[in-house]
Structure formats: structure tokens, C-alpha cells
């Protein structure tokens, strides 16, 4: 399927080089328009504000305590007294600030990335037929725009600017000294978040693999719990999780090695820095004064520069979600829309779909070479084994699948002419894996017709045969996946009476029986095929029953017609549907004759 | 604290000693500020020689590898005790099977889910341990040195934990917790984003847009109202700590003035007094750094708490695919007051039963079948509930399948169809009611040796992360030519040998998917590859196969349930044709429905 290859794409990115870091830092740029810009430098100069304070109080209180050891006179320290309870005070304010700040613009960006990612994803493109779990995950690489800015990009601000605001003070006492502190930031504050950056971007490629291999040992445990049990191969099944677990764990504790290092060399650098300064200043003669000065400055400078080791290896986690959005939405439209789109066809409709050739990636083609004619009122019937291409049918008229060769046409323009939407105006309507929403029942139907009526909603759902269900529900009971379950068969019909409700002027219903009980699912269709009478119709089934009521059936196999008629010509003809017919009935008769 | 979890770390001597480590580590490394600020302060202040910096550089050398001991002990303190967490969690989910909606949650809370504890216990459990000895020891120093100073640190520190204990944590811990709910209004849009081809069917995906950016406008306005509160404790904290320090440097800058104290003690008390707050503070960020993971666990200990499984089996999906959890055998109580006098709809099934015994038990003797005998399965009487159902899955259900008998189960959906499978597999236990198998209670015999005597196909088989023989002899060593037999059986073989690496292929997410029919089919090999099994228990084998297949499959079936019992949920009439009795179950009783009625009366004409 086309998941695969989106999934090979998506995964293949983690370790992406340049062109990788290029798009998502475009992806980035491109969210901090002018309003998100300011609040940015807002958010990093309060920050820088608050780390710059934390550095002035000391220095200041360091000053005031050697230089009043001079014993001068009392006016000579009242400015450092003041500056000690202003540094103090607007520390605790300016950190405020950037807090807020800080969390307003990462929550704004996260909202853009979001809509977004959502547009782009809005014309079909490859991703349409994504893994739900590969969806969730991508969801969650949209969080990662809040941790590259409060947890990376604002600290990495505040700390440069506090360690060039130490460096400067350095240099004004002792440029030698200046030096080495420079030094020692750098290691501290560029050396080793590079390295925790590496070391994670290394790590996270050979962990991410066993993660996985774990989560699918335990996938196998909780979901194949039935299996296991009743082939009694639980022990097995058990040993295998936990050696996954215990290969995940080495990893982990390898890469926790890494960090813990890092931590230590942090440490280290600041107390060596401190320690060079001091000696350096003594070396010199440096005063008193000035060198308990430059000692404690050097040593609260280090302050927001050792947790930059941390913010580095996030970085490298940040880094390579933003890469895996970045891809999602360069990847290409399969799709396109017309640049100047026709005036959207007006009912009643003529469909012709004229050797169709559509293929799904590099595989054969799905469709090769198809022929079909809807006719205004008239109903048509595809049938066919799994895998014939009769959901690519659908999906080629419903423009989420590009035509390659061949063409279609809505009352004789080309259907690629015509803007997307306008096509899917004009036909659709139960599609392949119908999906219910968070919502209330009312609100999950209403998405199909948010102009209808309540009695337009409740007749869709009447002919839908989903009214005891609906009733016994509730109307407004919350359905989807922290709300009430709903069942392949109440979803099917749930799928059905928006497909009613919509009322399009061409319906397509992709196997509209699919997943309900013998007995529902011959009453449901005999209802549909009351309710589509004088309609325009197609109807893709594995169930041949009620066929006789359609103008015509399609045979299809592997992407191609091999038979077309109608229910008596073709059950009069060897073929497969006089063959799945006869398995049909074979049930009948032979219980008859067993019994 | 988190009782259990650190419970659970003392339990474990290997997981014990490295957080002894990591905590021992972490607390010398604090207590080693405290000499390397007076070393400092001895240099600033001229009262060590320069050679002092000797030792100050060999306290901050063994400061880092302190640092680095942390570090490595902490991540196999965390290492080991999700470990530990893991393969308990397991090994539940194997004993006693878990609540099926909330699967998914279970697998990404052993996953995932548990890496939320790294920050409590490589962040918050050290500085915790530091938080508890630190200030007590910098508090005693500045007393030595200076009591006026050590008194405003003394006096000013409980108004950390007193304002972040009381006002911040609390509110700030629930404010957090909303927070990142919020933050996954990744809730909405991963709806919307998985709902997208439903959107565009119906030409709302552009709609949508709007509604994303003003959920997301109106969800960060709300944010930004809880966050300003809960950063206003962050502030006092900020406040609280660099206050004090400008508190006992002014006064102190002062004494100097009037020589009433020493530059050295001066500078110590300078660089000593934050340290006594930094504790702390640290430990209030660790904590709110580590809720997820308290949350977290938290959760792996509910489902580790000792519940009541009424059974020792995976219980899983049951009907229909919707999961149900264990019923429990306190049901019995709520059961009592239903009568079950005057309704025996398994009468007549267990005369016919018993006649037909005689007559199938000759022909497996002469037909040679399956070494072991197909037992007789009598229900009695059984009722089964869930927790948490007022109606009972199966009430009051009796029944008797004869040796080498082939019944099939009809009725609508959720009716306890699966749950009478599920009851045979000993997944289920009756809350009323028993199994005999052989006139002998399910309850008394082994369930693993009993389990050994069935072939089993789910409604929704699960297709493990293996290779596809591997899938196919699940839970036994067989032959490569017994796999490859059931598989052409099962009307496998075809798709199987296509496949890049033939029965070597690897299923699941990472490998090869297959559709919804090879899935079945898979599966019920399975079932053919247990030649030894007695009794089939086939839940929809035919479910999502076109017709050709599901003709094969039905042959097929048809040739495996030869000299052994059978007992299968059909929808389709081709699989129905098979049995030789059509039992309806529909809600959780036995309808003497009208197929079973016809059959029933054809038999007798037959006779």
C-alpha cells in the first residue's frame, strides 16, 4: 500500500543530513512571521534579563563585601547596595516575564505548525492511507516546535548573552583572565551540547530501532493475548519481550553514560575556569577587589550555560521531528488542481471513464485500462476479488488517486479540469474506512449536511436502518475513541446515512455491507437499493445479492473488466460470477441437502 | 515519594545498590560545595595561599566524577526498574488479560509510557536526597562562621518549601498535569488529521482548517490564564531565594565596614548562602519535571495491584470484537435472582446429542481419526457476566455437543456467540453454571493441557512480528512440511509462496502487511497445524474472504472437522452449510430460532 512507502520515507529522515536541517529551519522560519518574531525577542530578552541579574547581584554583592572590607566610607558602597536589591528583585520579575512570554510563542507556534501541517495535508497526497500509529506520531512531532524554542533556542539566547556580558566585565578588569573565562564558556556552552547533540543524533538510531522491536513484542503480548493462550505459546512470547526490553535497556544505559560525562566536564570546566581565573588574577596582582569579582562572576556566568549540555541532546530529538514534518509536507500532491478550474458540473451527471489506467507507486497498475458509463438514474455494480482495484475505482473518481493514462469525464469535460472539491461535490459518498469523530452521534452525521434539517437527519438514519441504534444512543452521546465504541456494523450504517444525507449527485458506496451479519447486511441492502432507485449509482460489493435490481455489472480483476451485463446475462455465462454466485447459493442448497 | 516505586527499587537488590550509589553520590558531591566555597573564599581573601587552588581544582575533579557516577548509576536505576516494571506488566498482561478498549493505552503505557519515570528517577529522587542534607549542612557551617548571617538564611529558607510546598506545588502539579492535557489538544487535530478522508468525501477539510487554528486560539488563551497563576509561584520562589541573598550580603557588607567581621567569613557566607537554597528550588523543577512520570507509574501499579481475575487466561477480545474484561465469580449473587426454572432449550439438543453419540464415536474408530478421543461438552446451566454489564454476556445457557458433532453458532452480534467460545478456551469462567468436558468440570482441569487439545481462530486473529511459519506453528515446534501442508490447506499457500521471502517473510507493522482475507487465512492455518487437536473453535473463519476463498476455506474446514468436534460462529451460509446442527444464540440465550427449528425437524424426518 502506499503507507509503506510514506513509512520508509518518514523513518528514513531521522538520520537526515543537511538538506534535512535546511527544510526544517525553513519550516521554522516560516512560522515566525512578524508578530511571533517580537514576541520571540520579548520572551529572550526577559530571559537574558533574569540570567543577566542572577550575574550582576553576585558581582555586585562581591564588590560590596571586598570593597567594604577596605573600610571606606558608607556612601562608597550605597550604589552596590542598590544595585544588590535591584538585581535581586528584577531577577525573580524578568524570569517571570520570559516564562510567559516564552510559553505564549511556543504555544503559538505549535498552533501554526499544526494548521500548517493540517493544509498540507488536505489535497491528497501519499500520506493518505498513513498507519493510525505514524499519525499519532507525527501529532506528536508537532510539540517539538515548543521544546526547540523554551527548552532550546531561549536558553541557548540567554546564555550567550550572559557569558559575552561576563567576558566584557572580564575584560575590563583583567583582559588575560577575560580570556580564559571566554574559554571556558565556549567549552561549557557550545563544546558540550555539541557533543550531547551528537551523542543523541548517534544514540537515538540504534535505540529508536529497539524501541520499536519492544513495542512490538508487547503489541503481540496485550493484542495476541486470544492466540497465545489457546496455542500456548505465552512463555515464549513473555521471554521474547523481556529480552527486547533488556537490549533497550544496554542502549539506554549507554546513552546515559554519554550524558552523565558530559555533566561531569561541565562541572569540571567551571571550577577549573574559576580556579585559572583566580590564579591568573593573582599572578598579575590583580586587586582584591577586582579579582573576588571576576572569580564569582566567572563562577555564576557558567550558570545558564552548563544546562545547554541537556537542551543538546533535546535539540537532536527536536531536530529530527521537525525533519520527519518537513518531509511530510514537501512530499509531493498526488493530486494536482487544475490552475484554472472549469465551473463545477451541474446535475444531472454523465460519467465517462475511458481506458483508465491508475497505478499506486511503482507497483502495476491498479487499474488497467477500465471502461464505464454512468448514466443519469441509472445504477452500476462493480464486483471483483480483494485487490481487483474497485476501492482505485473510487478513488480515481473521487480525485485522492491521479489518473495515469486514459481519462474521465463529468458531461464531457475532463474531470481533471474541474477543482477537486467541485468532483467530490458532485460524486461521493461511502467511502473505505469511514471514520467517526470525537463528537456526538448528531454532529458525526451533521459533517455530511451541516444545513439539514432534524427530520432530514433523522430519514438518512431511518434508511440507514441505524434508528433503533441511534435511539437506544442517544442523538448527542459522544462517540469516537474516549466516547462511546461504535461497531464495524453501526459504523458502516453511520457511514451510510451520511452518505444519504450528503445526497450527491452521483453516490458511490464502496462495499456497503462490509463487516455486518449475514441477515443486516441483506437488509441493508435491500433497503439501498430501494432507496437509490432512479438514482445515479455505483456500488462496489463482494456480495451478490439484490444484484438483479442494477442497469449493469462490472466484473473486475486485476484492473481490468473481464465481464459486464446484467445479473442474468452473467450468471448465464462462465465467468467469476457465475462461479461467486454459485459458492453463494452452493450454502443453501447444500444445507438443504444435509439436512 | 512514590511508595510503590521506591518499594519496588528497595525490592530489587541490583536496582537497590545502584540508587544507593547515584544517591550517595549526588549527596557527597553537594556536601563538596561547601569545600569548594571555602576554599575559594580562603583564596579571595588571602587568608590561603595561592597553592589552595591545588585542592580546589581536586574538589571540583572529583565533584565531576561524582557528577558522572550520578549520572551512570541513575540511568541504571531507571534501567532497572522499568525493567522490572516491564516484565511484571507483562506477565499480567498474560495472567489475567487486560481490559481490551484500553489496549492500545497498555502497550504504549510499557513502552513509552514508562520512560516518563527517567526524569523522577535520574532527576527528582537525587535532588530530593540532596534537598534533605545540603542546607542542613551549609545552615550548620554558616553557623560556625556567622550566626546573624545564618539566621536570616534560617529564618528565610522554610518560606521556600512553606510557599512552593503549600501555594505552588499543589496547584502547580495539577496546573501542569492540565496543561499537557491541553497541549494535547494533539487530541483534536489527531482526530481531525486521522478523520481526513472522511473530511474531503464530504468537502469540509478546508472548513476544518478554521476550526483547528480557533480551538487551538481558544485553548491557548485558557492556557496562558491557568499559567500565569501557577508561574506566580515560580516567582516567589525566584524572589524568596535572591532576596535573601542581598538580605545577608547588605547587612553583611555593612559589619565589614565596621571590621566587625572578616573579609573570609564574609566571602564564605556570600558563596555559601545560595547554595543552601539551590536544593530546593532544584528539587521543586525536578518534581514538576517528573508528574508525567508519577502518573505514570501510578498506573503501572494499578494494573499490578492484586485485582480479582476470576480466571487465570488471557480473556482479550470477546464478542465481536468488542473486548471484554474477566467476569468476576462474585456475579453469582447478582445471578441468583433470576429463575431459571421452566426453560431448557438444551432438552431436546442433548437427546439428539446423546443419539448421535453412539453412531460418531463408531465412525472415529474406524475412520482412525485423531489419536486422543473428541471429548463430549456439556454446558449446564452457565451464565456469564461482565463487570460492569447488567446484562449477562451468556444466561442461562445449556447445551451438549456430541463427539465429532459440528455445530454452528448463528445469531446477531454481540449476542454470546464469542462468548461461548471464549468460555470453552477457559477464557471465561461461568459466574453460574458449569463445563463439563467428559463429565468433568472445566474449572478442575488444567487449562494449559486442555488448551493442548483445541484449535482456536479468533474473530480478529492477531498476527504476530514474526516470520509467517513462525505465525503458523505458533506455540509448537513443527515440521517446515507441516506448516507448508497447513498452509495449503488453509488456502495460504498461494499468497504465502509470492511473498519476497516465502514462509520466511516477517509480518506486522515493520514487515508485511497482509489484507484482511490472508490475515484469516493465516490463522486458520494455525489451526491446521495442530493435527492433534480434538475440537475446533472457529469464530468467523470465513469473515472478509471473497466468495472463491471462502469456498476453498469452507472445503477445507469441512476436511479438518472430519472425526473431531467442532464448534463454529458463522455469518455466511456456506459455512453454515457445514454443521450438522445450527444452534441461534442471541442475547446471551439460546433462540429456538427458525433454522435450528427446520434443521431439527429435517433430521428427524431423515431419521
Wanted: one cysteine or more; a neutral charge; aromatic letters at 4%.
Amino acid at each position: 500500500m502506499t503507507a509503506t512507502g510514506a513509512s520508509a520515507t518518514g523513518t528514513s529522515s531521522t538520520g537526515t543530513s543537511s538538506t534535512g536541517g535546511v527544510r526544517w529551519a525553513r519550516l521554522v522560519g516560516t512560522l515566525l512571521g512578524p508578530g511571533m518574531a517580537r514576541r520571540l525577542v520579548v520572551a529572550a530578552l526577559a530571559g537574558s534579563a533574569a540570567d543577566l541579574a542572577g550575574v550582576a547581584l553576585i558581582a555586585s554583592a562581591a564588590w560590596l563585601i571586598t570593597r567594604a572590607a577596605e573600610q571606606p566610607s558608607l556612601a562608597a558602597l550605597s550604589v552596590a547596595i542598590v544595585g544588590v536589591r535591584a538585581f535581586a528583585t528584577s531577577k525573580g520579575v524578568f524570569r517571570y516575564a520570559e516564562r510567559l512570554t516564552g510559553h505564549d510563542v511556543a504555544l503559538r507556534a505549535q498552533a501554526a505548525t499544526r494548521e500548517r501541517l493540517y493544509e498540507s495535508l488536505i489535497p491528497a497526497g501519499p500520506l493518505q492511507r498513513r498507519g493510525a500509529d505514524l499519525l499519532s506520531r507525527m501529532v506528536d512531532d508537532t510539540e517539538a516546535v515548543q521544546d526547540l524554542l523554551v527548552r532550546c533556542l531561549l536558553p541557548a539566547v540567554a546564555a550567550l548573552l550572559t557569558g559575552v556580558a561576563a567576558v566584557v566585565i572580564g575584560a575590563f578588569l583583567l583582559p588575560v583572565a577575560a580570556l580564559v573565562l571566554a574559554l571556558g564558556l565556549l567549552v561549557a556552552g557550545v563544546l558540550l551540547p555539541a557533543g550531547t547533540a551528537a551523542a543523541a543524533r548517534r544514540w537515538s538510531a540504534r535505540i529508536a530501532p529497539a524501541r520499536a522491536e519492544l513495542a512490538a513484542r508487547v503489541a503481540d503480548l496485550v493484542h495476541g493475548a486470544a492466540d497465545l493462550a489457546a496455542y500456548g505459546a505465552k512463555e515464549q512470547a513473555l521471554a521474547d519481550g523481556m529480552a527486547a526490553d533488556a537490549r533497550l535497556a544496554a542502549l539506554e544505559r549507554g546513552q546515559s553514560r554519554i550524558n552523565a560525562t558530559a555533566l561531569g566536564l561541565g562541572v569540571l570546566v567551571q571550577g577549573a575556569t574559576v580556579a585559572a581565573v583566580t590564579l591568573i588574577a593573582q599572578a598579575t596582582g590583580l586587586g582584591q577587589v577586582a579579582t573576588a569579582v571576576l572569580a564569582l562572576t566567572a563562577l555564576v556566568s557558567f550558570e545558564p550555560v552548563l544546562p545547554l549540555a541537556g537542551a543538546g541532546e533535546r535539540f537532536a530529538g527536536v531536530a529530527s521531528a521537525l525533519g520527519r514534518l518537513a518531509e511530510i509536507q514537501a512530499s509531493p500532491v498526488m493530486v494536482a488542481e487544475p490552475e484554472r478550474p472549469a465551473p463545477p458540473p451541474e446535475a444531472p451527471l454523465l460519467v465517462e471513464v475511458r481506458d483508465l489506467v491508475v497505478r499506486h507507486g511503482d507497483r502495476d497498475p491498479a487499474l488497467a485500462g477500465v471502461d464505464l458509463t454512468l448514466t443519469p438514474g441509472r445504477r452500476v455494480a462493480v464486483v471483483g476479488p480483494s485487490g481487483a482495484g474497485k476501492s482505485t475505482l473510487l478513488s480515481a473518481l473521487m480525485r485522492t488517486a491521479d489518473i495515469e493514462s486514459g481519462d474521465i469525464r463529468i458531461n464531457g469535460v475532463d474531470i481533471r479540469s474541474y477543482a477537486t472539491d467541485d468532483v467530490r461535490a458532485a460524486m461521493t459518498g461511502l467511502t473505505q474506512d469511514p471514520y467517526v469523530f470525537q463528537a456526538s452521534f448528531r454532529d458525526n452525521l451533521r459533517l455530511a449536511g451541516p444545513e439539514a434539517s432534524d427530520g432530514e437527519l433523522v430519514e438518512a438514519v431511518r434508511r440507514a436502518r441505524l434508528d433503533a441504534w441511534a435511539d437506544r444512543t442517544g442523538w448527542d452521546t459522544v462517540l469516537g475513541e474516549d466516547g462511546r465504541t461504535v461497531s464495524g456494523g453501526q459504523l458502516q450504517r453511520l457511514a451510510l446515512a451520511r452518505a444519504l444525507l450528503y445526497d450527491p449527485p452521483v453516490l458511490l458506496l464502496d462495499e456497503p455491507a462490509e463487516a455486518l451479519d449475514e441477515e443486516t447486511a441483506d437488509a441493508l441492502t435491500a433497503d439501498l437499493l430501494d432507496a437509490t432507485r432512479g438514482r445515479t449509482t455505483l456500488l462496489v460489493t463482494h456480495r451478490l445479492r439484490g444484484l438483479e435490481q442494477v442497469d449493469e455489472i462490472v466484473v473486475l480483476e486485476e484492473g481490468r473488466v473481464t465481464q459486464r451485463g446484467t445479473h442474468a446475462e452473467l450468471v448465464s455465462a462462465p465467468g467469476y460470477y457465475r462461479d461467486l454466485w454459485e459458492s453463494e447459493t452452493l450454502a443453501a442448497s447444500s444445507r438443504a441437502s444435509t439436512g | 515519594m512514590h511508595k510503590d516505586l521506591l518499594g519496588l527499587a528497595r525490592a530489587e537488590p541490583a536496582v537497590r545498590r545502584h540508587l544507593a550509589v547515584c544517591l550517595a553520590a549526588a549527596i557527597v558531591a553537594g556536601l563538596l560545595v561547601l569545600a569548594q566555597a571555602e576554599l575559594l573564599a580562603g583564596v579571595l581573601s588571602g587568608r590561603f595561599a595561592v597553592a589552595a587552588l591545588l585542592p580546589l581544582v581536586l574538589v571540583v575533579l572529583v565533584r565531576g566524577a561524582l557528577g558522572r557516577l550520578q549520572g551512570v548509576s541513575a540511568g541504571r536505576t531507571a534501567t532497572g526498574v522499568k525493567s522490572v516494571l516491564r516484565a511484571r506488566l507483562m506477565r499480567r498482561f498474560q495472567e489475567s488479560g487486560p481490559a481490551g478498549p484500553r489496549s492500545g493505552e497498555l502497550v504504549t503505557l510499557v513502552g513509552r509510557g514508562l520512560d516518563a519515570l527517567d526524569p523522577y528517577l535520574t532527576g527528582y529522587l537525587p535532588a530530593a536526597a540532596v534537598a534533605a542534607v545540603v542546607p542542613i549542612a551549609v545552615l550548620v557551617r554558616l553557623f560556625v562562621a556567622d550566626v546573624a548571617s545564618a539566621l536570616i538564611v534560617l529564618f528565610t529558607l522554610p518560606l521556600i518549601p512553606v510557599f512552593g510546598a503549600l501555594v505552588g506545588w499543589t496547584t502547580k502539579a495539577v496546573t501542569e498535569r492540565q496543561w499537557r492535557a491541553l497541549s494535547r489538544l494533539g487530541g483534536h487535530f489527531l482526530d481531525v488529521v486521522r478523520g481526513l478522508p472522511t473530511l474531503r468525501a464530504f468537502g469540509r477539510a478546508r472548513y476544518q482548517s478554521s476550526v483547528i487554528r480557533e480551538v487551538a486560539a481558544a485553548h491557548r488563551a485558557a492556557t496562558m490564564r491557568t499559567l500565569r497563576v501557577a508561574f506566580l509561584s515560580s516567582l516567589v520562589l525566584e524572589l524568596a531565594a535572591s532576596l535573601s541573598l542581598a538580605l545577608v550580603a547588605v547587612p553583611v557588607g555593612l559589619r565589614l565596614l565596621s571590621g566587625s567581621l572578616h573579609l573570609d567569613t564574609a566571602l564564605l557566607v556570600l558563596l555559601l548562602a545560595p547554595e543552601a537554597y539551590l536544593p530546593l528550588r532544584a528539587m521543586g523543577t525536578k518534581f514538576h519535571a517528573s508528574v508525567e512520570g508519577v502518573a505514570a507509574a501510578d498506573e503501572a501499579f494499578a494494573l499490578l495491584a492484586p485485582a480479582s481475575p476470576a480466571s487465570s487466561a488471557a480473556d482479550a477480545r470477546a464478542g465481536d470484537g468488542r473486548a471484554e474484561p474477566s467476569p468476576v465469580t462474585a456475579g453469582t449473587a447478582a445471578a441468583a435472582g433470576i429463575p431459571r426454572t421452566g426453560r431448557l432449550p438444551g432438552g431436546r439438543a442433548r437427546g439428539d446429542g446423546a443419539r448421535a453419540d453412539g453412531a460418531r464415536a463408531d465412525a472415529a474408530r474406524t475412520d482412525g481419526g485423531p489419536a486422543g478421543r473428541a471429548p463430549e461438552i456439556r454446558l449446564e446451566h452457565v451464565t456469564v457476566r461482565y463487570p460492569g454489564r447488567e446484562q449477562a454476556a451468556l444466561d442461562d445457557v445449556s447445551l451438549v455437543v456430541a463427539p465429532g458433532e459440528r455445530v454452528a453458532l448463528v445469531g446477531e452480534s454481540g449476542g454470546g456467540k464469542s462468548t461461548l467460545l471464549h468460555l470453552l478456551l477457559g477464557f471465561v469462567t461461568p459466574s453460574e453454571g458449569r463445563v463439563l468436558v467428559d463429565g468433568v468440570d472445566l474449572a478442575t482441569l488444567d487449562l494449559d493441557e486442555w488448551r493442548r487439545r483445541l484449535a482456536f481462530v479468533p474473530q480478529r486473529p492477531h498476527l504476530f512480528a514474526m516470520s509467517v511459519a513462525d505465525n503458523i506453528g505458533l506455540g509448537g515446534a513443527a515440521s517446515p512440511g507441516l506448516v507448508r501442508a497447513a498452509a495449503a490447506s488453509a488456502q495460504a499457500a498461494g499468497f504465502v509462496e509470492a511473498l519476497p521471502e516465502g514462509y520466511d517473510t516477517v509480518l506486522g507493522e515493520r514487515g508485511v502487511n497482509l489484507s484482511a482475507g490472508q490475515r484469516q487465512r493465516v490463522a486458520l492455518a494455525r489451526a491446521f497445524c495442530r493435527p492433534s487437536a480434538e475440537v475446533l473453535l472457529l469464530d468467523e473463519p470465513t469473515a472478509r474472504l471473497d466468495g472463491r476463498s471462502e469456498a476453498a476455506v469452507v472445503e477445507a474446514t469441512r476436511a479438518l472437522a472430519e472425526g473431531r468436534t467442532a464448534i463454529v460462529v458463522a455469518h455466511r451460509p456456506a459455512m453454515i452449510g457445514l454443521a450438522d446442527r445450527v444452534v441461534r444464540i442471541g442475547a446471551g440465550r439460546i433462540v429456538p430460532g427458525r433454522r435450528a427449528d427446520a434443521l431439527a425437524a429435517e433430521r428427524g424426518d431423515v431419521r
